[in-house]
C-alpha cells in the first residue's frame, strides 16, 4: 500500500523559511516522479514543483521558482521542499504527489500539510 506522509508545516513570517518533508513508502520509487501541489484558502489546487526520482530532473512553477528548492534522499525515500523567501501568498495546505514518469496523472496523495505565512 503506498503512502505519502507530509510534515513540517507550521506558522511562519513572511521572509522566513520551512522545510517540508514527504515520507514515501509501499512500493519502489526509482520510476517516478514526486509532486508538491498547494491549495491556497478558497482557491483550486495548484503545481508547484516536481522532480524525477531516478534523474533528479526538477521543475518549477514560477510563482516559486528561485525561492523553492525540491530535492530527494533516496535512502530515506523521502521527498523535501525547501522553501524561503516566504511570502503570505504561500498560505495553503502543501500536497505530496506520486506519479508514474511516463504518466501525466498523479495516482497518489499525501493528507497535506498546512503552511502559514505571516504578514
Known amino acids: 500500500q503506498v503512502q505519502l506522509a507530509e510534515s513540517g508545516g507550521g506558522l511562519v513570517q513572511a521572509g522566513g523559511s520551512l522545510r517540508l518533508s514527504c515520507a514515501a513508502s509501499?512500493?519502489?520509487?526509482?520510476?517516478?516522479?514526486m509532486g508538491w501541489f498547494r491549495q491556497p484558502p478558497g482557491k483550486e489546487r495548484e503545481f508547484v514543483a516536481d522532480?524525477?526520482?531516478?534523474?533528479?530532473?526538477?521543475y518549477y512553477a514560477s510563482s516559486v521558482k528561485g525561492r523553492f528548492t525540491v530535492s530527494r534522499d533516496n535512502a530515506k525515500s523521502t521527498v523535501y521542499l525547501q522553501m524561503s523567501s516566504l511570502k503570505p501568498e504561500d498560505t495553503a495546505v502543501y500536497y505530496c504527489?506520486?506519479?508514474?514518469?511516463?504518466?501525466?496523472?498523479?495516482?497518489?496523495w499525501g493528507q497535506g500539510t498546512q503552511v502559514t505565512v505571516s504578514s
Open positions: 504527489a506520486a506519479r508514474h514518469y511516463i504518466s501525466p496523472q498523479y495516482n497518489y
Open positions: 509501499g512500493r519502489t520509487f526509482s520510476n517516478y516522479v
Open positions: 522532480i524525477n526520482w531516478s534523474s533528479g530532473t526538477t
